[in-house]
């Protein structure tokens, strides 16, 4: 789909830049990012420069599994229209491009997106991001040296370490508290109330498509709180944002299954049967 030229997003993802340290003094673990401080537009139709590349493109659509183990954080080198009209994101990244092929599935920040291009020399891969997927997503506010989180489909040999994420976000929520409890970290997100519905206390939840396990449910305020421990702050993005950015939420597929046979008279056909 053609895009005008015209248009602009807007951006307020921090691009990482400090040093990041755990909440207790006698744990000091020191994170290198690049922070954005302020909000800046993201020009979505600015042409990629592109590097040349042995790959070709595939286009194919793939239906992918993933656990919400965040496998490695990338970093965004480009993004804005490619030649063929569509919009690219190229991100350097290393582990997940371990037996890449193209048309593979990679979850950006929870997003199952198809590799079109990659380069194992200079590490790095390119997704191609529909109209859709940017209206319904975080990734909107992405520019480039912003961080993602990211994982590979998996694969039948796979561990599951955390619970079935699909990688299609249902929608955004916001960060309105960060509080630290000695080197834990508490984290408030408000969700609207469709997607609120199906998130319950101790139930998964992928945030950014990291798997994590909700602590509370604040149906009269609209949100909810999961705590990461000092581990998990190291290896994902959520704790290197700011109040009032976006995360991506996809909740457990399996309150979205109860719901349509509830509704669609299955408990009641299996009652008279």
């Keep these: 789909m053609a895009v005008s030229s015209s248009l602009t997003l807007t951006s307020r993802t921090p691009r990482i830049a400090a040093t990041h340290s755990s909440f207790r003094d006698s744990q000091i673990t020191h994170l290198r990012f690049n922070f954005i401080t302020r909000p800046s537009p993201l020009r979505a ?3 990629l ?9 595939n286009n194919a659509t793939v239906q992918c599994l993933f656990t919400g183990i965040v496998e490695e954080m990338g970093t965004i080198k480009q993004l804005g229209v490619a030649s063929h ?3 690219d994101m190229k991100i350097e990244a290393k582990t997940v491009l371990d037996g890449v092929n193209l048309g593979d599935s990679i979850a950006v920040n929870g997003t199952c997106l198809t590799v079109t291009e990659f380069d194992v020399k200079v590490s790095d891969f390119t997704v191609g ?3 859709e997927t940017l209206r319904k997503t975080s990734l909107v506010e992405l520019e480039p040296g912003s961080v993602v989180n990211l994982e590979r489909a998996v694969t039948p040999t796979s561990r599951m370490g955390g619970h079935f994420v699909q990688g299609h976000v249902d929608g955004t929520g916001v960060i ?3 509080v630290p409890e000695v080197d834990s970290l508490w984290v408030k997100v408000k969700a609207e109330k469709d997607l609120l519905k199906y998130i319950v206390p101790k139930g998964f939840i992928a945030v950014d498509g990291t798997s994590l396990t909700v602590g509370d449910v604040f149906d009269d305020e609209g949100c ?3 705590m990461l421990v000092a581990y998990t702050q190291q290896k994902i993005v959520i704790p290197l944002k700011k109040v009032g950015q976006k995360v991506n939420l996809e909740v457990d597929i399996v309150g979205k299954y109860v719901e349509r046979l509830l509704s669609s008279g299955f408990v009641d056909s299996i009652r008279s049967s």
Excluded: A, E, V
């Design 49 to 57: 420069t592109r590097q040349p590349t042995q790959h070709r493109r």
């Design 224 to 226: 909810f709180n999961f």
């Design 45 to 47: 139709f600015i042409p």
């Design 85 to 87: 009209g569509g919009f």
């Design 176 to 178: 309105i508290s960060m």
């Design 129 to 131: 991001l529909s109209p």
